[in-house]
């Protein structure tokens, strides 16, 4: 039985019409197969279907073969045809989601000069995030897989063959069993489903059994099954597909695991106050660490003002980042001892050294304790202005920590992780959710919501991004808003909603042309017009920018005509000023925000703000740095935003600092 038709399904039979289209052929007896040319697939892998490359107005036909042959011609027809109607949306539909990069951290080249080894026997990276961690090393380093390498005899491919086909049950019965966990969080439970039909799909099972009958062994068969699988994927030039190829990678690589019996460490298994080790870690992987767990973070790369250090700053753990090679001295080591102030980690530390460090422990608590007392100051210049010390923020479940520390409002809310969290683009009124119950945590202070900033060390899954030179020089922040204003304007339409809060403002990231300010009003304005004809209540926010390219401190006077405030990115602009990229550890001598290039390019942003009587603030890491502060007061900065931790230091010396200059 065949039949042919035109495919009217819109951008083709990728991503979720094809999962659609293959859980439609799983529910028939008959053996079905698409063809599409020469070319004919199973129409129950949807591996094989995605390869196929089916475009909307495509010609294909239907081949069904078995008792329900017509039933089964049938109903792919219609939906190839008529792809809205008949089919519900379920929980295998996760398998068409993009799953986010199992990122396989690579040796970094850095060098030897970076990490040189101090007196005491301890090694030295970037000071990350303050704080002292004493406590049992978890090291998270991916297992090695070291395939067998031989040639099998041929009695030896059957049990080969059975051996591979076992590891497979294994482990779908442990992805099942984590999808059956409560503790596993909806955005996860997506990648695991999706990874999980991988594993299952014929595509990988196939080749891996044909390489195996070629007289490979399992390891070696499903390496080289999936490479030539995930090259057919890169080969579609299709930033989707591309995806594709590391989720057959990444499953691989499990399977692989499983063949030899090893696991890799498991983030949720770390222990009450463990040292995180590792060669590289994502920042969406630490943000969903158990990170009440963690009394530290230790990694080869990154650098101050990477996002790991951000995350480790916000939530208190002390962190020592970049240091090279040096990290694998960390790798087999029972303890660890770091200092988050001065970069040093120290491995098995000797009794003094413990000693030495719990004294420093408890005397950091103590002051800790101490600084509870500056929770309610409101810092005031000698003229009345307030100096609003705010709360830099990345999700609602660090807002109670900024409430307790005293935060004025939030001085910049990173939208990514809402982005990052979900397999989905989150839904308008998620968002809209999401920024009014941020503006109602802090009724009486500004909240500054910053629009999607993803590109750079920064990307996310459901856009697809186009491989870079210089990702940080690319399509990021608000260039990327601006080309996909399908995204863009969600998100304006869910702050337009959530500014019935009054207290709610808009800044824009990545900001270089003043061009890219008066689109996006455009956008606010048809946004705002599309909502009054909706009926749905929506309020005006004013808008700012971030001064964090240096187009924006030399433009900042065009810049300062088009908006209300500006706010100094200090991580981006130093990386910028200082042409020294913000994760690099080789260059982190130079991506200094108190180099004299970096404080002249504030004071002229500073100086136009002023010139045009908008307020201008610091949303950088450097606004929390002391040595730096009385520098920003007297530019006229009038609001330092940072992590929660930093706060009550801040309001100390502000008071401090205020009270002798009046
Ligand atoms: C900055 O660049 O200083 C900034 C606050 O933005 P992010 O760190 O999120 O790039
Ligand atoms: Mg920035």
Known sequence: MERSTIVRVQDGLHARPATRFVRLAKGFESDVEIVKGE??????????????????????????????????????????????????????????????????????KVDAEASPPVADGGIHGVAASAGLGLGPVFAHFPQQIVPANKTLSADEIAPEKKRFEDAIVRLQ??????????????????????????????????????????????????????????????????????????????????????????????????????????????????????????????????????????????????????????????????????DGHTGQVVVEPDAATRARFDEMIGAAAREKEALKAYKDVVPRRADGTVIQVAANLGSLEEVEAAQEAGAMGVGLFRTELLFMRHMHLPSEDMQAETYAELARAFPDHPVIVRTLDIGGDKPISGVEFPEEENPFLGWRG??????????????????????????????????SDVEEVRRTRALIDECAAELKAEGVACGEFPLGVMIETPAAVFGAAALAKEVSFFSIGTNDLTQYVMAADRLN??????????????????????????????????????????????????????????????????????????????
């Open 173 to 338: 019965e442990k992805l099942d069993r984590s999808l059956a966990s409560d503790g596993m969080q909806e955005s996860d439970r997506g990648i695991v489903a999706a990874l999980r039909d991988i594993a299952s799909d014929d595509a990988l099972r196939d080749e891996t059994l044909a390489a195996i009958d070629g007289g490979l062994d399992a390891v070696s068969a499903v390496i080289a099954a999936s490479s030539r699988l995930a090259d057919d994927f890169r080969k579609l030039d299709d930033a989707y597909m591309a995806a594709r190829a590391e989720d057959m990678e990444s499953i691989a690589r499990q399977i692989c695991l499983t063949l030899l019996g090893q696991e890799d460490a498991r983030l949720d298994d770390i222990p009450d106050g463990a040292i995180l080790v590792a060669e590289d870690i994502g920042a969406w992987d630490l943000a969903r660490a158990p990170l009440k767990r963690l009394g530290g973070v230790v990694c080869g790369h990154g650098g101050a003002t990477s996002h790991v250090a951000i995350i480790a700053r916000t939530h208190g753990i002390p962190a020592v980042l970049g240091l090279g090679e040096a990290v694998n001295q960390l790798r087999e080591a029972k303890e660890a001892a770091i």
């Open 39 to 108: 070319k004919a697939v199973s129409a129950k892998s949807s591996v094989k279907l995605m390869l196929l490359g089916v475009k909307e107005n495509d010609e294909v036909s239907i081949r069904a073969d078995g008792a329900d042959a017509i039933e089964a011609v049938d109903a792919l027809i219609a939906y190839l045809e008529n792809p809205l109607s008949g089919v519900e949306e379920g929980a295998g539909e996760s398998a068409t989601q993009p799953v986010p990069p199992q990122k396989e951290p690579a040796p970094k």
């Open 478 to 511: 608000i260039r990327m808003c601006l080309d996909r204003t399908d995204i863009f304007k969600v998100q304006l339409r869910a702050l337009l909603r959530a500014a019935v809060h009054g207290n709610l403002r808009v800044m824009l990231p990545m900001v």
């Open 585 to 662: 550890p080789s260059v982190a001598n130079l991506n200094d925000a108190a180099h004299p290039a970096v404080m002249a390019a504030v004071e002229q942003a500073a100086k136009a703000a002023m010139d045009a009587g908008i307020e201008i603030g610091m949303c950088g890491e450097a606004a929390a740095r002391g040595d730096l502060i009385p520098e920003f007061i007297r530019m006229g900065l009038t609001e330092l935003s940072m992590s929660p931790a930093s706060i009550q230091a801040t309001k100390k010396q502000l008071s401090e600092l205020l009270e002798t200059a009046a």
